[in-house]
């Protein structure tokens, strides 16, 4: 079993409004990491997006016989989940970005 302090000094994760997302301090990013992390979401989101798409054609082609072209997955599914993380990422962490430099002012 864990001790608790005396001290009443507890560590409570950060939360969502302050900045943080699961403890990363998302609010310290400067204008180039905010767009590198932006575009890494966009990325992994389509991959993923694409990945679901795929695995879920398959099994609709196996199971009803049909012949749906695997090229949809990437145009239907992939790219408007990809497109709209990228702008999702890049509008929450553009604003903390721009939050951070007007309270710097």
């Not at 409570?12 to 609010?27: D, K």
């Not at 890049?90 to 970005?97: K, M, N, Q, R, V």
Request: hydrophobic share 50%.
């Amino acid at each position: 079993m864990a001790l608790v302090s005396q001290h009443g000094s507890s560590t409570s994760p950060r939360t969502f409004g302050s900045g943080y997302l699961f403890g990363i301090p998302l609010g310290d990013l400067g204008w180039f990491t905010s767009l590198l992390m932006s575009f890494a979401v966009g990325f992994a989101a389509f991959f993923a997006a694409t990945f679901c798409a795929i695995i879920g054609v398959l099994i609709y082609n196996t199971a009803t016989h049909h012949a749906v072209d695997f090229a949809l997955t990437y145009k239907r599914f992939g790219l408007p989940v990809g497109l709209l993380m990228l702008a999702t990422s890049l509008a929450y962490l553009g604003t903390l970005w721009v939050r951070r430099q007007l309270r710097k002012e």
